[in-house]
């Protein structure tokens, strides 16, 4: 096989981990009442429409990962959508109210011990989605990697 034509790994190693990442997701979305709670600070009619818009997402993330296994150029368009998505819905995606509530639970108290605590976890939740998007998206439009979707 010619090294130009060999099918660069980063390909597959990207589709694994959204296909993994999104599918472990997904199941943790079973648990609504835990999504209620994470989200209790969104008016109560709203919480549904943001559960469907998750579950969507993380179907979505499944679908452009395994057409990116296939090398489907549709697939890679669509990832890359998904990463700039990522982007626009970020603040609404991790909303600091989230972290806050998640951390008076795990401390079981009204009053936090570490009140910077659910502000660090936002900003490395922000910076992982930033960086795995930058990558995503980088990587996929180099043209040595485009030419090998059909």
Request: net charge positive; aromatic share 12%.
């Amino acid at each position: 096989m010619n090294i130009n034509t060999k099918k660069p790994i980063g390909i597959s190693v990207i589709g694994i981990l959204l296909l993994i990442g999104s599918t472990f997701k997904l199941l943790g979305f079973s648990n609504y009442n835990y999504y209620q709670f994470m989200f209790q600070d969104l008016p109560s009619q709203y919480i549904p429409i943001r559960y469907a818009g998750s579950i969507l997402l993380r179907i979505m993330t499944i679908i452009a990962a395994a057409g990116l296994l296939l090398h489907k150029e549709i697939f890679r368009k669509l990832t890359i959508t998904i990463a700039l998505l990522t982007f626009i819905i970020l603040y609404w995606k991790h909303p600091y109210s989230v972290f806050h509530n998640i951390a008076l639970q795990t401390e079981n108290t009204t009053t936090l011990t570490h009140p910077m605590l659910p502000v660090i976890s936002m900003i490395s939740f922000y910076l992982i989605d930033i960086i795995l998007s930058c990558g995503i998206i980088l990587y996929l439009r180099r043209e040595e990697v485009r030419k090998h979707f059909h």
